[in-house]
């Protein structure tokens, strides 16, 4: 069993590498008589790599139970921001993701803790092979769509700042390496579309596997009627960029609405049953 010690290890190196990129790039402010600063540097996306490893093996360890799959609230939570935290970390080598190390990191070193302070109250037993495939299939879908948006989210905060400093007139270094405003929206809805998919394929497959992978008829929750919810929303997003050309403030609006819905159908509903009625 893995030690406490390391889970503060782990949330430091997240926090020391977050605080880095919060110095070098949003603290200062940058002048005419300022160097152009570089970008991600590859000593910084090797050392990303540090925490993330060890992310790996603590989520590894706290995941697999003697009879199943542990998922509780603080795995759950673990899970989703370690796969956001390798997502945006391959995407970098891909998309200038510049901005997004600050969010991303913080919101790693926070979680990590999570699986070693909060209970176990759910767990996927071993059951037959099929089923378990199933279940395992259906609960990555599920977490890599969670992942993507939670990406997304952070994404249009970034817009939202650099809207807010491109009126104000004070321009972090970090602003220099960001690419055009159209650019990055066009990332944004890069990233929407996928999750997009992906959260299509978890209900569907929910729907029309439900007795298989939970061993019940399909019911409409409450997790359930946010999720579907948050699908209209990032639907709707989606038909309002391709009908009307939606952009800018519409946007990233849209995009942490959907977000927010999500992550009530979801988080907010385990943490309410396990943490606040030990359910």
């Known amino acids: 069993m893995t030690g406490f010690p390391l889970y503060i290890l782990n949330f430091l190196l997240y926090g020391l590498l977050s605080v880095h990129f919060w110095r070098s790039r949003w603290r200062t402010v940058a002048t005419p008589e300022q160097p152009r600063p570089e970008k991600v540097r590859s000593w910084e996306k090797a050392a990303i790599l540090l925490p993330l490893s060890l ?8 995941l697999l139970g003697a009879t199943g799959l542990n998922l509780g609230v603080g795995n759950a ?35 990590v803790m999570l699986p070693a302070m909060l209970p176990v109250m759910h767990t996927i ?20 769509a969670y992942s993507l948006f939670t990406i997304a989210a952070m994404h249009a905060l970034l817009m939202i700042v650099v809207e807010r400093r491109l009126h104000s007139g004070a321009m972090p270094v970090l602003m220099q390496n960001l690419p055009p405003v159209l650019t990055m929206e066009r990332l944004l809805f890069r990233i929407v579309w996928a999750g997009f998919i992906l959260l299509t ?4 497959s929910g729907a029309l596997f439900s007795e298989e992978i939970f061993h019940k ?3 409409f929750s409450h997790k359930i009627v946010f999720a579907i919810i948050s699908w209209a929303i990032f639907g709707a ?9 939606w952009r800018g403030r519409t946007a990233t609006r849209w995009t942490l609405a959907g977000f927010a819905t999500l992550l009530l159908a979801y988080i907010g509903s385990k943490f309410v049953l396990e943490v606040l009625l030990n359910r």
């Open 237 to 245: 997003l989606l038909g309002g960029r391709h009908i009307y050309g």
């Open 125 to 144: 037993p071993y059951s037959e092979m099929h089923t378990f495939k199933a279940q395992v299939a259906h609960l990555m879908m599920a977490l890599l």
């Open 77 to 111: 939570i673990s899970a989703i921001v370690w796969l956001t935290v390798l997502t945006y970390w391959l995407a970098s080598f891909r998309s200038n993701m510049e901005g997004l190390q600050t969010m991303v990191l913080s919101v790693a070193a926070l979680s």
């Open 55 to 62: 992310h790996t093996v603590l989520l590894y360890h706290s």
């Open 217 to 219: 008829p399909l019911q």
């Open 201 to 204: 394929l978890t209900l569907v």
